[in-house]
């Protein structure tokens, strides 16, 4: 699921069967295997001259299974790195679900402060979209309140909460 929802969201071609053993790997909690997966589709598509977007998706599934294989320092930079691609490319609507990934690896390695700001870019980056996903926003913001809870901001927590779950039920409708 991840790497199909990556594709949808970059509009990327090709290398997609590849990329789905990787999500099928991974949803079977071989994560080992699907590293494998995706490191032989990304050298594949190295290899086929591929474009820099087709990589960057590959690299960010890369960095989701790096990240439940808990090598966080890792996914952190390969997240850091599409983050660059995109920013270079001017695809700034695009960097929510990566800047969301790289928060949760710097949340992991307890990097609150990083987490945060993180989201907060996916936040402000969601919200001046003219057609800004709601659910999504309500989403990150109720990952926002869990990491204010756990930084010991209680009051921020809360308020984050409670638009996060605004936002849902709005969206739910």
Do not use: C
């Given at each position: 699921m991840f790497s199909a929802l990556l594709l949808v969201l970059f509009g990327a071609t090709g290398?997609?069967?590849?990329?789905?053993?990787?999500?099928?790997?991974?949803?079977?909690?071989?994560?080992?295997?699907?590293?494998?997966?995706?490191?032989?589709?990304?050298?594949?598509?190295?290899?086929t001259g591929a474009d820099d977007l087709t990589l960057a998706v590959h690299d960010n599934t890369r960095g989701l299974i790096l990240t439940?294989?808990?090598?966080?320092?890792?996914?952190?930079?390969v997240f850091e790195s599409v983050v660059a691609y995109l920013e270079s490319a001017d695809m700034e609507e695009q960097m929510p679900t990566v800047l969301m990934n790289l928060a949760n690896?710097?949340?992991?390695?307890?990097?609150?402060?990083r987490a945060r700001a993180?989201?907060?870019?996916?936040l402000t980056i969601l919200g001046?979209?003219?057609?800004?996903?709601?659910?999504?926003?309500?989403?990150?913001?109720?990952?926002?309140?869990?990491?204010s809870a756990k930084g010991g901001d209680l009051?921020?927590?809360?308020?984050?909460?409670?638009?996060?779950l605004k936002l849902q039920a709005e969206v739910l409708g």
């Amino acid at each position: 699921m991840f790497s199909a929802l990556l594709l949808v969201l970059f509009g990327a071609t090709g290398q997609a069967q590849s990329l789905e053993d990787a999500d099928r790997l991974f949803n079977q909690g071989q994560y080992a295997e699907a590293l494998s997966a995706v490191d032989a589709a990304r050298s594949e598509a190295v290899g086929t001259g591929a474009d820099d977007l087709t990589l960057a998706v590959h690299d960010n599934t890369r960095g989701l299974i790096l990240t439940a294989l808990g090598r966080h320092e890792e996914s952190v930079l390969v997240f850091e790195s599409v983050v660059a691609y995109l920013e270079s490319a001017d695809m700034e609507e695009q960097m929510p679900t990566v800047l969301m990934n790289l928060a949760n690896s710097w949340e992991f390695l307890g990097e609150l402060a990083r987490a945060r700001a993180h989201m907060d870019r996916a936040l402000t980056i969601l919200g001046a979209s003219e057609d800004a996903d709601q659910a999504a926003i309500g989403d990150i913001l109720i990952q926002a309140a869990a990491l204010s809870a756990k930084g010991g901001d209680l009051a921020v927590a809360l308020t984050q909460m409670q638009r996060g779950l605004k936002l849902q039920a709005e969206v739910l409708g």
